[in-house]
Antibody, heavy 117, light 110 residues
């Protein structure tokens, strides 16, 4: 059973960088059958998939068009976790952020991120 | 606006059967399998159905899923008060190269 532990919530100011990590137990971030996703949820945008990283003999990433210029998702193999970095945040990025594994089979508990001046 | 279309609300009385629809297109539901997620108030979404009609371990057989063409449905039989939640469909979109979701259906047990 895969379990995902997300890092602590945060309050950011506009233009700052959002950074979150998702620690994996019960599987390996380097698994060749897994994908590691970030999703956010807000009242205005609903559930929005942001991107994923996965390993198939080398590392790959897919990112949503809406955030492609600002997002980076990286694996951290020594710590068996993966991270989300979103640059130049605005109040529109205020949401609950979830990490999710495989084809969204397993979800973390969520982290509220608020962007406000 | 969400890529997949769901009714915003549904309701039923205890013991009834309710269905929730999810409409997409050839690039998502038409080519790929559909997941359904249940989100209880104040909690993270939880996988309810995967692969159109497969239940993860622990999900009661009162929940079932189906798919036809570019649409999918979630059926809940023997409705119970604890089924009151938001339900979301999801599928991979080959054109967007992204997971896409429905806007969610709020199920009320009367």
């Amino acid at each position: 059973q895969v379990q995902l532990q997300q890092s602590s919530p945060g309050l950011l100011k506009p233009s700052q960088t959002l950074s979150l990590t998702c620690a994996i137990s019960g599987d390996s971030v380097s698994s060749k059958s897994a994908s590691w996703n970030w999703i956010r949820q807000s009242p205005s945008r609903g559930l929005e998939w942001l991107g994923r990283t996965y390993y198939r003999s080398k590392w790959y990433n897919d990112y949503a068009v809406s955030v492609k210029s600002r997002i980076t998702i990286n694996p951290d193999t020594p710590k068996n976790q993966f991270s989300l970095q979103l640059n130049s945040v605005t109040p529109e990025d205020t949401a609950v952020y979830y990490c999710a594994a495989y084809d969204l089979y397993y979800w973390g508990l969520g982290t509220l991120v608020t962007v406000s001046s | 606006q969400s890529v997949l279309t769901q009714p915003p609300s549904a309701s039923g009385t205890p013991g009834q059967r309710v269905t929730i629809s999810c409409s997409g297109s050839n690039s998502n539901i038409g080519r790929n399998t559909v997941n359904w997620h249940q989100q209880l108030p104040g909690t993270a979404p939880k996988l309810l159905i995967y692969g159109n009609n497969q239940r993860p371990s622990g999900v009661p057989d009162r929940f079932s899923g189906s798919k036809s063409g570019t649409s999918a449905s979630l059926a809940i039989s023997g409705l119970q008060s604890e089924d009151e939640a938001d339900y979301y469909c999801a599928a991979w979109d080959d054109n967007l190269k992204a997971w896409v979701f429905g806007g969610g259906t709020k199920l009320t047990v009367l």
